[in-house]
Structure formats: structure tokens, C-alpha cells
């Protein structure tokens, strides 16, 4: 193994579970020389009595212990509430790959096996913490930005209910510039001919930086206030409003008497009739757009994150992978070819241990197609040929292993991005494997192209379908399918009716957009 220079060690508290007081001696003084604080069991119930007592950032389990294995351990950890985001790393002398798979398969995150190597220990550990750290700060962050937006979204609805009250108050009151003038928190400017303001309310001089001796003397003009650029748009509603159409509001960039830009949000109608007289309800939209540019530079950081813990899942996922097929692989095959030689220098053997030999052949190709599964399920080596060739790979091994029809075309350029690539083979796997479990088909058809601004993917079955109304956010693998798109800045459209099938149709820019 590579050995390391410095690897970045999170704190954390860290369960450690191992039969064998040397090693278990030898792991702590490790964990502790480190910085973590490490819990020390010799067994599995006492993993589970621990953990009852408090959730640890981490635990490292042994295969092999009294009463209950490390497989049982992990199962029953993964089933405790609140405890299936603590990941679990297998470290045992048991190396073979079905150790390492059924190790995953009850729930643990790596496997290290023994002797242990300290840097390899140190490196595990740090990225599976960073990465549980990562995905924590990313939840409370989310949880953060969500309480602010429905603040945010209170108060805007507050506003607009006291927008409309006001407008009511001013259809039922007589009094209506009075009111106007010394109440409204809206800026109000009434306006005449030459575009001259004849009169506004103290909201709307405070906004403006305007005196009132000035405006009641006709010395303000409406265009002085208005940025240059905005002078066109401002003389084609005067010319609606003469015509008798409503104006419904707009924005535009204003200016205040010391030449400060501002924008705002302006409203427009004429009074009794009177073409040449009118009322501006102005309103501010500073605050607004600085809300709105955090708000997209805050969605931004989040899809930065996204992108981020997904790329470090891929890389783990191409390691264990590369792993499986390189050292595992490499090791299978020459036993294949030891049982092989033996068959030959044996002879004419018994048949009983003709059997046998027969039999640890067919296990060792098992062994061999099962490998090469879980590695193609983590990191298929066709992406390496590219998108399409992985896509039809894909396609292919549905249909010879469900029996359904699948049907696959592709058009446009084959050049498209690592991350791309792998987040819409993820879609599409995701997506067979739903009709396969849920939609009752018989044949799916899968289309993929490549434009030259965005990808477009499709996949319709002609299953059973489902009312989209009704289906829970968190259903059919939807969540994994959103965040994945939302990554890359992509759009997920579902149409299907009960009884005739369901399509779903995805597409991401070629490139990444900016915010």
C-alpha cells in the first residue's frame, strides 16, 4: 500500500469491537496516539450495550467473536433507531471475498484486513469521519437555510397581506391622500402633467431623499428619479395608461437625489379617469434582491456540497471496486488455474475426489461471477468505454437477467464527463431496478442524447404506471434521483397514468451553469 505523508484525523469517539486482547490493545494505543477517544468490547452484546449507552461517531468490528459474529453485530446496529448513518468498518484476518461482500452486505462501509497496516487504519478511518462529518454539516446547513426561507417567506406574506389591506382601506376611505401620506409604509407619489409630482407621502421622500417644500413648489420631476436607461419603459406605460390599459407593476432602477441606484417595484394608475393626473405606489426592492442573491449563492454552496460528498461516494465506490477486480481477481485466478494444474498432476483420481475437485471448480467460478457483480454494481468498467457503451451494457444485462424487453438508442456526440456520465448510469440503474420491483412491465425502451447544450435522457415502461400526485416525495428511489440532478443543475419530469405505463424524462447541461 502507498503510504501516506499526513491524513487529516476528524475527532470523533470510536467503538471498538475485538476478541482478541492484543489486537484490541494494540488498536487502542493506535486510536488514542491519533486523537480519538476509542471504547474498547470484546464482543457483540457488548457493541449493542454500548452503543445504548451512546452513539459513537464510528465502530470498528471484528468478524470473528464470541456469541455473535461481527455480520449479526453490524445488522442489529444498523436496526437500533438512529443508528444506521454510524458507519461500520470490518477489520478481521477473514480476506476472502465473500467476507468482504457479505461484510457490505450487513451494512458495513469498508474492510480492512489483517495484519493491519497503521497508515491504512489512519487514512479508513479519517475519510469515512470526514465523510460522516461532511453529510452532518450539510443536513444542518439545509435545516439552517430551510428556517430562514420560511422566515423570509412570513414575512414577505406578511407584507403583501398589509398591501392589500391598504388597498381596501383606500377603496372604503374618502380620505385617500391623507391616508396616503401619513401612513403608508409603500412610497406614494402622485403625479401630473409634464410628469411633474404634485405630491407624495413621507415613505416615498425618505426613499427618494426628497423635501417636501420641493415637491409641493412642482420643482421634482418623475424621469430625475428614474435612471436613464428606464426612461423608455417609463414613457410606454404613460402611453398605456392614455390609452386606457392597465399597468400591471414593474421593475426598474430608480435614483436618489445624491445619484445612489436603487431598484424598486412601481405601480401605476390614473386618477378619476384624468389621463394627465396619476398615483406611483413605489416600493423597495434592495433588501429583496439581496435576499434573493444570498438565497442563490446559499442554493449554490449547497449544490457545491452535493456534488462534492457525491464525488467522494464515486471515488470510494471506483477504489473497492478496482480493488475487487485487481488484487481479488488476480488471486482467484491463479487459485482457478492451482486447482486446474492439481486436476492434471492427479491423474485418474477417485470419484469421489473427482467430485470434489469438481466442486471447488463451480465454487471458484461463482465465487469469480459474484465478484465481478458487486464490482460491476459499484463502479461498471464499461463507463471507462464511455456513456453509451455503459448504457447499452447496462440495458443488455437487464433483459438477459429479468426477462423484459429492454430497447436501447442512442444519438448525438459520445463525449461527455466522468461525473456526468456516472450520475446518469446511477439514474438509469436506479430506474430499471424500480420496474423490475414495482411497475409489473414487460418491455422498457431507454433513449439517450447528446446535444450540444444539454443531455436528454428518457426511460418508459409499459407497466402498470401510478397517479404522480400520490406518490410520496421519498418513493422509488426518487430522493437519489433528485439529488444527483440537482448536483448538475438537471430537471426530472414524470408522466405516467395508472395502467399505461410510466416515462420519465431527465436532462443536464453539457456543462456546469453558473448560478
Known amino acids: 500500500m502507498t503510504q501516506t505523508s499526513a491524513v487529516p484525523n476528524p475527532s470523533g469517539t470510536i467503538l471498538l469491537a475485538d476478541d482478541s486482547p492484543l489486537d484490541r490493545h494494540l488498536l487502542v494505543r493506535l486510536l488514542e496516539r491519533w486523537g480519538y477517544t476509542v471504547l474498547a468490547v470484546n464482543d457483540g452484546a457488548a457493541v449493542l450495550a454500548a452503543v445504548a449507552q451512546g452513539r459513537p461517531d464510528l465502530v470498528l468490528l471484528d468478524i470473528c467473536m464470541p456469541d455473535m459474529d461481527g455480520y449479526e453485530t453490524c445488522a442489529r446496529l444498523k436496526a437500533e433507531p438512529g443508528c444506521a448513518d454510524i458507519p461500520v468498518i470490518f477489520i478481521s484476518a477473514a480476506s476472502a471475498v465473500e467476507d468482504r461482500v457479505k461484510a457490505f452486505a450487513s451494512g458495513g462501509v469498508d474492510y480492512i484486513a489483517k495484519p493491519i497496516k497503521s497508515e491504512e487504519v489512519q487514512a479508513r478511518i479519517a475519510t469515512h469521519l470526514t465523510l460522516q462529518a461532511l453529510r452532518r454539516d450539510l443536513e444542518e446547513r439545509v435545516r439552517e437555510r430551510t428556517a430562514e426561507l420560511e422566515a423570509a417567506n412570513r414575512r414577505l ?11 381596501v382601506a383606500l377603496q372604503e376611505r374618502n380620505a385617500l391622500i391623507h391616508y396616503l401620506v401619513d401612513a403608508n409604509i409603500i412610497g406614494v407619489m402622485f403625479w401630473g402633467r409634464d410628469n411633474r409630482v404634485i405630491d407624495a407621502n413621507t415613505a416615498f421622500l425618505e426613499l427618494f431623499g426628497l423635501r417636501r417644500e420641493d415637491v ?27 390609452e ?61 456540497l452535493a456534488a462534492h460528498w457525491g464525488e467522494a461516494v464515486e471515488e ?11 488484487e481479488q481477481g488476480s488471486l482467484l485466478t491463479a487459485l482457478k488455474m492451482d486447482v486446474s494444474l492439481l486436476r492434471r498432476d ?10 470434489r475437485l469438481e466442486t471447488i471448480q463451480k465454487l471458484l467460478d461463482d465465487t469469480v461471477g459474484v465478484m465481478r457483480q458487486v464490482a460491476s454494481q459499484l463502479r461498471p468498467a464499461m463507463l471507462n468505454l464511455g456513456i453509451v457503451p455503459a448504457l447499452e451494457w447496462l440495458t443488455d444485462d437487464f ?22 456520465a456516472t450520475a446518469l448510469f446511477r439514474i438509469v440503474q436506479e430506474s430499471l431496478t424500480n420496474v423490475m420491483r414495482h411497475a409489473g412491465a414487460s418491455s422498457v425502451t431507454v433513449r439517450f442524447h447528446l446535444g450540444d447544450q444539454q443531455v436528454e435522457l428518457s426511460i418508459a415502461d409499459d407497466g402498470k404506471g401510478f397517479d404522480p400526485s400520490l406518490v410520496r416525495p421519498n418513493s422509488f428511489g426518487l430522493v437519489g434521483m433528485g439529488e444527483r440532478l440537482e448536483a448538475l443543475g438537471g430537471t426530472l419530469r414524470i408522466h405516467s397514468v395508472p ?3 410510466t416515462t ?12
Open 346 to 355: 492427479l491423474g485418474e483420481v477417485s470419484p469421489d475426489i473427482g467430485r
Open 216 to 242: 409641493l413648489a412642482g420643482e421634482v420631476s418623475w424621469e430625475r428619479l428614474v435612471a436613464p436607461e428606464c426612461h423608455e419603459i417609463t414613457r410606454r406605460a404613460r402611453a398605456a395608461m392614455a
Open 499 to 501: 395502467g399505461r405505463g
Open 399 to 420: 433483459r438477459q437477467r429479468t426477462g423484459i424487453v429492454c430497447t436501447f438508442g442512442a444519438s448525438g456526440e459520445e463525449s461527455l464527463d466522468d461525473g456526468r
Open 157 to 167: 406574506s406578511a407584507e403583501v397581506a398589509e398591501r392589500r389591506q391598504a388597498e
Open 244 to 304: 386606457g390599459q392597465a399597468i400591471l407593476p414593474y421593475e426598474k432602477t430608480c435614483l436618489r437625489v445624491d445619484g445612489t441606484r436603487f431598484p424598486v417595484l412601481v405601480g401605476s394608475a390614473r386618477l378619476d379617469g384624468e389621463v394627465e393626473r396619476g398615483v406611483s405606489f413605489v416600493l423597495d426592492l434592495t433588501e429583496t434582491k439581496r435576499m434573493e442573491q444570498e438565497l442563490r449563492e446559499s442554493s449554490q454552496r449547497l449544490r457545491e
Open 504 to 515: 420519465l424524462y431527465i436532462t443536464i447541461p453539457r456543462e456546469d451553469v453558473a448560478p
Open 316 to 326: 470510494e465506490r471506483k477504489r473497492i471496486a478496482r480493488e475487487l477486480h485487481d
